[in-house]
């Protein structure tokens, strides 16, 4: 587990800290006061948003302990909202690097504007 410094203090090497920081720009659609949501650059569906807790942790486990996934959230179906996602979306958190994850920042993908088949790949 992650000493308490690292998960609150925003890496320098991380991509995402980053992007909160305004370092690295990003398509921003949405914010506020815990997180913050920016288009995927290499979408998987009509849209496809993440929405990444403007804290530093490495995993939504880590994100969840410090009590903030509801933040991303709320600000994912805001999106989803905003989007005109009516007809349903999905909300996908990888964790590890056999779950999927390639940045380790805590992001939840909202995926929409399509059917998602099930089970996913």
């Not at 979408?43 to 969840?64: C, D, F, G, M, S």
């Amino acid at each position: 587990m992650s000493s308490e410094n690292e998960t609150t203090t925003p890496d320098p090497h991380c991509l995402f800290c980053r992007i909160v920081s305004g370092e690295i720009p990003a398509e921003v659609v949405a914010t506020n006061d815990h997180a913050i949501a920016f288009r995927d650059l290499n979408p998987q569906a009509p849209v496809h948003v993440l929405v990444i807790p403007r804290r530093h942790a490495a995993n939504a486990a880590e994100t969840a302990a410090q009590g903030g996934t509801d933040a991303l959230i709320t600000l994912a179906d805001k999106v989803a909202q905003q989007e005109g996602l009516d007809q349903g979306y999905r909300l996908v958190f990888n964790t590890g690097r056999d779950g999927g994850q390639v940045v380790f920042h805590t992001h939840l993908h909202l995926l929409g504007g399509r059917n998602m088949g099930w089970p996913p790949g």
